[in-house]
């Protein structure tokens, strides 16, 4: 018998969406996708909802007879203030009322080293540092963090927040050279937090075992992740095309990368 | 020559503002104040702007020729999520908007013990713990101290978030014997803040000198923040009027008090 | 309305259980006291219970209808193993599990610096610190005190385990001018480890406002002990009269004081 | 030349004491062997004593010319006060007096996560962490922890205190795919413990390399335990036949495991 | 009788030197003072040996009969290099040298702020922080700290490494509200070191009780200093006379003031 | 394109230099090659200089056009106070200001497990520990540790300060069974110092992958250093031909080994 009944993936059209819904299939009967557009290679076990979640009353039928929630919707990167908050701030809550409306028992959210991005690499921080947001985007992430935070004390639904670095087909800088996390280990993160026996509250940082560490992630042990894959064998090729960045550089002191030397999106938006 | 020439107050027809009012008119030539109402005994030094946070361009005006932000405004209880999320997410960010466009140095925020409520007491936490939210308004009050943060580091915008307690004329019930903040400390508080050399992000716990010590607050040392009251002359009155709280109850176990025995706020409105 | 309608007070004939029949009246209708002997002043809210600690169904009627007890009993020194075992350790047990078949609340312990000894004045431990005994005697502290981890934990019974210093009724030598707690001191802990809203379980190190500070006792600000006597007065008087000690020996070195340089106890006996 | 000429093991008759009868003869010219029975095939390197533990004079006899003590003896799950008193207690302190008399250098404690029980899987907690015991049993292991903090600190005698997980010879249920401790891996920490460099006081945590981590075992280095089991291989047999439990249960949420649902054993004899 | 035999103060003409030599008396039969000049006003009590820290054999004779060094002497301020290598490195191991070879059994040493002046005011640090040296002075106190380490840790001569803020008659500039250490503050702390019954190797803070806090002292309660000014009295007129400094230069951001705004001591020559 | 364009290696013809000669050559177009003594086997990509450290001129000439600094040279062991002065003090001091004259942009400095020698192993330090020094020569590596922290804050140069341990051909005691670095995963940490994208100002601590580990070196997890070699293949023989040490002997508690037990290199000279 699988351990879920049935698992809402948000988000679900996306980048990350597409590698989850290969890789969560044996962990519950059935699969509900949902984003702004329809996939378009609807598996047997999968359902798809279109829906806007920003849209309360969407997301309350959409999260209905759903056991765990893969939270992976919203705006993926630094843009202006308002779209933010609907669609990660109004977006993420309606998804957590959704589940304590509807009984759903967990939630892994992709929240994003953009949460931390202010932390110095140097400094070797871990799941207790405070959060230092390097963009309006980060920021969201906080506020995710801190909702689940409360839906687990308050109302007892699990969070795992899980802060991806980057996780994309290959390492296309040489900052991925340390923040890379394949496709395989991010959706073994995932799969990892959906079938730990608790989870409670717990922040992860999405890392595959690249050989330079930013941060520690032994906090999160209990969940199990243990990553399989290395940008190592990406190295030769990147250094090769890409020239080495400043050491004083923010994108380079900081880890949340070049997000740190984005100005506000407002002005950014008049350039 | 005073060392502002322009504070603004926002929440200055609130309980506290109007206490802010009295107390710092000597660190400004001007105080504005800012509420959705009017305040009704306008002072010399003082110029009145009735307008929504959640207004854009009226904060953007609001935050001309100001050189530091008190921002005291927004919903000051749980409440709906929506109310919260125009009233303390949105409206914060306009005001931190303000600040980044009008060029103004410092905020000081009136953050609150409900970011951090569900901590227990015997844990005696100090600015270094996670956040644990006890309601959706704490949760806004992590929002906006995850923005003071990115101001800080990305906009050079100093911040002291004050985690304040309770701020009441006097000790109302038991757990105000350790969580009052009075008045007078209050204000010295945020004076201060106003005042200290070097403020840039710094989260303080706004408590007068009560016996009882539920928190740490040696973290914000440099604010120099030295509190004069105590309630303890109100104990006897207090005790002899109220019962024991039972000491496994959440209001008593976690610091956030009875926030953390309120259900969901869309829940309790249906009561 | 007083806050407990019955007190237990172990040991109540020693020297701190007299302190203690004095200063409690106040929280109780009744003070039961135990001892191995009777006290001879009984006073009208008294009754005395003679009785050994070690006995198992004694002390299940001793603990009868109480709501709090104050655990000062046992062997108060260094001695022989079996002692020991049969005083403080079985005789311990024995109050905590009379504890949770009568319903006490409640328990203040009287552990002692000497379950953590060992450890150096120079370190400023505070209650985090592992355990290091300077005897059996601390031993059985450590026992103790792991005994009422486990009544709260799993039974829901408090306990403030109070790790007394010196208390005696002036300071006695050099070390007492830093590790003196007064008479009255000690009597205001136990008040306050009994009036506090929350104990939950509590590791209180009790010394007065003495100059020098060898122990950091802010993990147990909830109880709201504030010392109000100091070691200065007889400093003078004391160094007078007494040599000053080796800094580098044992008694000097460690907080345990000549405990430290005491052998086994069966070797002393055959000194 | 083999390190010691006699090690004692104690508890040799049982489930781990046999398994390390076979793993540590390269250790020693002689293995002591104790318990309660005799075992029944004595090798040659091999001499049995049967006694008790709680017999002062037979362990002053059984420890007579050791030079280590593999002490596992004992009752091994949670039982009667008194049983554990004066097997676990008296017994352990009868072993150590054994040791600090007759010359023994070194001892190897089998202690327990029962120790340390209470503490939350999620906490991630480390050999600094405060003890926090799950019964009686294990509070009888503080105990033996703390007398051992003695031994060293005053009488020179080196302990390592393995607290171990679940040691059986697969992982029988789903709570020992995290906490299995295979017999080869105990075996191996023994060993290491008893050929360290240095000992001095060391607390370890006995774990298998197991996907998923309750604690951080770190503080230990320097006894140089590698394990080598993992119980994954367990995984699919385990998960097949048996339910997962709720995460909100004690039994997942504690490190301890189903000891933590357990009352209390005299409540439970009755049942 | 006094505690002392005889004290040597080195730097003994200098601006602290000669406060000492009022407030130590009483801790010693004699005081033998230093400095490269003869203080005009020799004392009955005292005795004066004018020498160069940097010659060896001189500094040998120097430390002859004595059992406590006061160590004030060397370069006061950031200079040249080869300065600072011969006043205060060359010099400093020439006075534990002599404390080892003439049998002084405790050395208090005048080490700065500026062994850690690149550490930020809003960082709060403690004793057990990083040295992060402002200046090629400060690096020759994390020298002198280092090496007192050494010979407490290898030849048992306890010192007492005191971190001189900002020490004159009265606070002369706005950093100086935070940083200043009274005469009648410094006085005391090097008696208390000269004083306490242990002192190993302690790091100090000295600080007058002034309201803004820079760091947290108490990893050195046990030497007993309690500051009994403050700089608050001089407040207002310093305010007056002085403009507010810039939040965001590096003599705010950082604890070492000025010291951080200098340039390498080549080059500021070169000026 | 390779990363450097000119490397300076110092103490280019000792142990250490001669294996980083080969192991650096892909990473600069140059190698400069600095010693009191000319190496023999000159490569096409080298030039060699032969001068003293403690000769300011020499060395500004001798860093000149260099964009990174391997400084390797000095006095390697403990010695006279004088020769250490001028090696490693004055002309550490000398290899910084030639970094910061010239612009040299990264310094790789051969810190020793001697700067935190008295440190116990049992005490699992890491990089956050204060310093302790085992010698003469533990304090001038912790001098230069300072220097380097200095240099990074005010100056701008980053900074690795490698504490090597024991870097050896292979193990040749008991003790390097734990503290071996192997002479390629000595290059290879300098190499990866070389290659990270950010050092700033870090500290790392070289051990191959043994199998007791006495430090935990994550704090440098952004170098990317990876050990590869073990010390367990050379067990075997070094146990056979050595024998066991005593635990308690200094050169086993603490983790610079025997340097813990040498006198005063002026005592041990007259020896």
């Given at each position: 018998m699988?351990?879920?009944s049935?698992?809402?993936?948000?988000?679900?059209?996306?980048r990350?969406?597409?590698?989850?819904?290969?890789?969560?299939g044996?962990?519950?009967?059935?699969?509900?996708?949902?984003?702004?557009?329809a996939?378009?290679?609807?598996?047997?076990?999968?359902?798809?909802?279109?829906?806007e979640?920003?849209?309360y009353?969407?997301?309350?039928d959409?999260t209905?007879d759903?056991?765990?929630?893969?939270?992976?919707?919203?705006?993926?990167?630094e843009t202006?203030?308002?779209?933010i908050?609907?669609?990660?701030?109004r977006?993420?809550?309606?998804i957590?009322?959704?589940?304590r409306?509807?009984?759903?028992r967990?939630?892994?959210?992709?929240?994003?080293?953009?949460?931390?991005?202010?932390?110095e690499m140097t400094?070797?921080?871990?799941?207790?540092?405070?959060?230092?947001?390097d963009?309006?985007y980060?920021?969201?992430?906080?506020?995710?963090e801190s909702?689940?935070?409360?839906?687990?004390d308050?109302?007892?639904?699990?969070?795992?927040?899980?802060r991806?670095f980057?996780?994309?087909?290959?390492p296309?800088?040489?900052?991925?050279?340390?923040?890379?996390?394949?496709?395989?280990?991010?959706?073994?993160?995932?799969?990892?937090?959906?079938?730990?026996?608790?989870v409670g509250?717990?922040?992860?940082?999405?890392l595959?075992d690249?050989?330079?560490?930013?941060?520690?992630?032994?906090?999160?042990g209990?969940?199990?992740?243990?990553?399989?894959?290395t940008?190592e064998?990406?190295r030769?090729?990147?250094?090769?095309?890409?020239a080495p960045?400043?050491?004083?550089?923010?994108?380079?002191?900081?880890?949340?990368?070049?997000?740190?030397?984005?100005?506000?999106?407002?002005?950014?938006?008049?350039?």
């Amino acid at each position: 018998m699988k351990p879920y009944s049935r698992i809402l993936i948000t988000g679900a059209a996306g980048r990350l969406g597409t590698e989850l819904r290969k890789g969560l299939g044996h962990l519950a009967e059935h699969i509900r996708l949902s984003d702004r557009v329809a996939v378009e290679d609807l598996q047997p076990n999968e359902e798809m909802v279109v829906c806007e979640l920003g849209d309360y009353k969407a997301v309350m039928d959409l999260t209905k007879d759903v056991d765990a929630i893969v939270h992976f919707g919203g705006a993926p990167l630094e843009t202006d203030f308002e779209t933010i908050l609907d669609s990660n701030i109004r977006g993420s809550y309606h998804i957590y009322e959704g589940a304590r409306q509807n009984g759903a028992r967990r939630v892994i959210y992709s929240s994003s080293v953009h949460a931390i991005g202010y932390h110095e690499m140097t400094a070797q921080i871990d799941a207790d540092a405070p959060v230092r947001p390097d963009s309006l985007y980060g920021v969201s992430k906080n506020f995710v963090e801190s909702l689940g935070r409360l839906y687990w004390d308050k109302f007892g639904i699990e969070s795992l927040c899980l802060r991806i670095f980057s996780s994309f087909p290959e390492p296309a800088d040489r900052r991925m050279l340390w923040s890379w996390l394949s496709f395989a280990d991010c959706v073994q993160y995932v799969e990892r937090g959906l079938s730990a026996p608790r989870v409670g509250y717990t922040i992860g940082h999405g890392l595959s075992d690249n050989r330079l560490k930013p941060v520690d992630d032994s906090k999160a042990g209990h969940i199990g992740f243990v990553p399989r894959d290395t940008a190592e064998g990406f190295r030769d090729a990147v250094e090769a095309r890409t020239a080495p960045a400043d050491p004083k550089s923010p994108s380079v002191q900081f880890i949340g990368g070049w997000f740190c030397e984005l100005g506000h999106p407002d002005d950014e938006a008049k350039k």
